[in-house]
Nanobody
Framework: QVQLVESGGGLVQAGGSLKLSCAASGRSSSTYAMGWFRQAPGKEREFLATILWTGSPSTYYSDPVKGRFTISRDNAKNTVYLQMNSLKPEDTAVYYC??????????????????????WGQGTQVTVSS
């Protein structure tokens, strides 16, 4: 079991930046990938980005955040980050990190569905004012 704790959320003006962190503890060595999601009030949880946990830090992003958000990892610190730039009011949401234990399908490297992930953090609020 992997425990995840997000931090770094807060209130920022439109156009500003925030960097979220997600610290993993427990059996993080058995992780295949880490992902970031968000959920705004009244909306479904939305995939943002994912990064492979071992080997090459390959990444995959959803279209709404591609070019503005960057996911990265520090394996020595068991931490994954989400650097968010050019923030917009519509980015306001609770942001969650998630861990996926194993690669599910041969030939599929990136997973963007919430139910692909096994462990979740408690979330951190990001509010972008206009």
């Amino acid at each position: 079991q992997v425990q995840l704790v997000e931090s770094g959320g807060g209130l920022v003006q439109a156009g500003g930046s925030l960097k979220l962190s997600c610290a993993a503890s427990g059996r993080s060595s058995s992780t295949y990938a880490m992902g970031w999601f968000r959920q705004a009030p009244g909306k479904e949880r939305e995939f943002l980005a994912t990064i492979l946990w071992t080997g090459s830090p390959s990444t995959y992003y959803s279209d709404p955040v591609k070019g503005r958000f960057t996911i990265s990892r520090d394996n020595a610190k068991n931490t994954v980050y989400l650097q968010m730039n050019s923030l917009k009011p519509e980015d306001t949401a609770v942001y969650y990190c998630a861990a996926k234990r194993e690669r599910t399908y041969a030939g599929v490297y990136y997973y963007a569905a919430s139910n692909d992930y096994d462990n979740w953090g408690q979330g951190t609020q990001v509010t972008v004012s206009s």
